[in-house]
């Protein structure tokens, strides 16, 4: 099988005497590389409040947010259970683990969800922090494969459902930036008044 045969010689890769990555990718996988992601929401809301196009800007950035957390329950709750199937590290005898290996359905997996959703929001935000988001997004991707947790389609999968999820709820972008519009004309009505 192709996508069994890759997983297993990227996971091979992890084998304890390579020490290839072993001290970057574990973090990586896990949190570290969602948490650089939010970090580039938050910059990309920050260089958006000094645009003329602010409220668009704070919208992309609340949907996003909303995005990555409704993708992921989303899929913890009623796509992966419907998908099911069992984690190639659960399955493979051979599988090289450096994290605990989870007892939920891989496909789609919910890192992979959570950081599809936010780099498409990223790319809808800016080209520049976009394109940062997705190279770290394939490098969290490979990373989740290289610790042994999930299969290269599982990743894939993920980071389809999140994006697609993310430039759904994106489309709402123009009602929400109207009414952040009006709160922000109110607020500086009342500061003025």
């Given at each position: ?5 890759s ?19 574990p973090g990586?996988a ?6 650089a992601?939010v970090?580039?929401l938050?910059?990309?809301?920050l260089r958006?409040r000094?645009r003329l196009?602010?409220?668009h800007a704070?919208a992309?950035?609340i949907?996003?947010?909303l995005?990555a957390v ?7 709750n009623?796509?992966a259970?419907l998908i ?7 399955a493979?005898?051979?599988?090289e683990r ?7 359905s ?14 498409a929001?990223?790319?809808v935000?800016s080209r520049r922090?976009?394109g ?5 997004v ?6 989740r494969?290289?610790i ?10 993920g980071l389809?459902?999140?994006a697609?999820?993310?430039?759904s ?10 009414l952040?519009h ?8 009342g500061?003025?008044?």
């Amino acid at each position: 099988m192709v996508v069994g045969h890759s997983w297993y010689v990227l996971n091979q890769t992890a084998q304890p005497g390579s020490r290839t990555a072993h001290g970057i990718l574990p973090g990586d996988a896990t949190w570290i590389g969602m948490i650089a992601l939010v970090g580039l929401l938050v910059i990309g809301w920050l260089r958006g409040r000094d645009r003329l196009d602010a409220p668009h800007a704070s919208a992309v950035v609340i949907l996003t947010g909303l995005s990555a957390v409704f993708s992921v329950i989303l899929n913890h709750n009623v796509i992966a259970p419907l998908i099911g199937g069992a984690r190639h590290c659960q399955a493979g005898p051979h599988a090289e683990r450096l994290l605990a290996c989870a007892r939920n359905s891989p496909v789609p997996g919910d890192h992979a969800v959570i950081v599809g959703a936010l780099a498409a929001g990223l790319l809808v935000l800016s080209r520049r922090l976009g394109g940062i988001a997705v190279g770290l997004v394939l490098v969290l991707a490979l990373g989740r494969v290289y610790i042994g947790v999930q299969n290269p389609s599982d990743t894939a999968v993920g980071l389809a459902f999140g994006a697609i999820i993310a430039l759904s709820l994106l489309s709402l972008t123009n009602c929400v930036s109207a009414l952040a519009h009006r709160l922000s004309r109110r607020r500086a009505h009342g500061i003025v008044a």
